[in-house]
């Protein structure tokens, strides 16, 4: 580059030296113009409880012939996650938002039952306070020195949930298109097994790629406005600012807990009994 005296680089795509062989994106050059990138390698700790999602691409939303489905989970479309990202593989504990935050929003469930209670997905969250979690979690990890360049700690967009709970499954739940009332409770907390109350994270098997609770326990939020996938898609809400909320609950009935559910679009201030929050390690936005 004759005459250039420094280059302003800017962050593409993060992942673990060991997963380089699953992180490969697609980096193109714009028209007439030459581009040019470079690796650089960090000795760098991701959080521990952080699971690596690699990039790919999935059918976003549901079939026409899935049991149960709602208008608003179609038409299915193809969808590129270009880089790779992290999820955490616990939901936002009641502990783990007391310690910073400062204060517990969740209904009561279990409050006198001391370390089981400290282990319950938090409830009760607003939109509003997920994102600030987000944001007092991301604030920790930089001090710490745990965010990659070009990443935060921030809710999942509807694609990113999406992908990452169905962890390359193509099947209403993420264990496969085996008979959902037989196995369901293997994976999930819904209202067939849960005594209609939350329970500890991490209790039950995890998805394909590591990740629990991702069917029911609680809802979880997302970061985008509740939208139709297409232009002229039905939507079950318009006119208003609506978040999206994603995985199922305790108290919910199986088809709820489906991979491409979308249900009860809430306004970002609703204190919403059955909702938590999860954590995603992804580029910023």
């Known amino acids: 580059m004759p005459g250039a005296t420094t280059v302003d680089w800017k962050p593409v795509h993060a992942f673990p030296s060991k997963e380089a062989a699953e992180a490969q994106t697609k980096l193109e050059a ?37 049991s149960e489905r709602y208008a608003d989970e179609g038409p299915q479309q193809l969808t590129i996650i270009p880089v790779g990202f992290w999820v955490h593989k616990y939901e936002v504990t009641q502990a783990e938002y007391i310690d910073l935050m400062g204060n517990n929003p969740s209904f009561g469930y279990n409050a006198d039952s001391g370390e089981l209670a400290a282990a319950l997905p938090v409830d009760s969250v607003t939109w509003e306070e997920a994102r600030e979690y987000c ?6 990890e930089l001090k710490a020195g745990r965010v990659p360049p070009g990443y935060e700690y921030r809710l999942p967009t509807e694609a990113e949930w999406e992908y990452a709970a169905r962890a390359g499954t193509t099947g209403a739940y993420s264990f ?18 849960s005594g209609e109350t939350p329970m500890p994270v991490g209790q039950l098997a995890p998805n394909p790629w590591g990740l629990y609770d ?3 326990n609680v809802f979880e939020w997302c970061l985008d406005d509740y939208d139709a996938y297409e232009e002229g898609g039905f939507v079950a809400f318009s006119g208003a600012d609506f978040k999206v909320i994603r995985g199922g609950s305790f108290y919910c009935p199986a088809t709820i807990l489906r991979s491409a559910c979308r249900i009860e679009p809430q306004i970002a201030d609703f204190r919403n009994w059955l909702t938590g929050l999860r954590v995603f390690l992804a580029p910023k936005r």
């Open 30 to 66: 714009a028209e007439f113009r030459q581009a040019f990138y470079r690796v650089a390698v960090y000795e760098m700790g991701i959080h521990p409880d952080m699971v690596w999602v690699p990039p790919g691409e999935f059918q976003l939303g549901s079939p026409d012939e899935e």
């Open 214 to 216: 991702i069917h029911g």
């Open 135 to 140: 944001r007092r979690f991301n604030e920790r």
């Open 176 to 193: 496969g298109d085996t008979d959902y009332v037989a196995h369901l409770g293997e994976f999930g907390w819904w209202r067939e097994n």
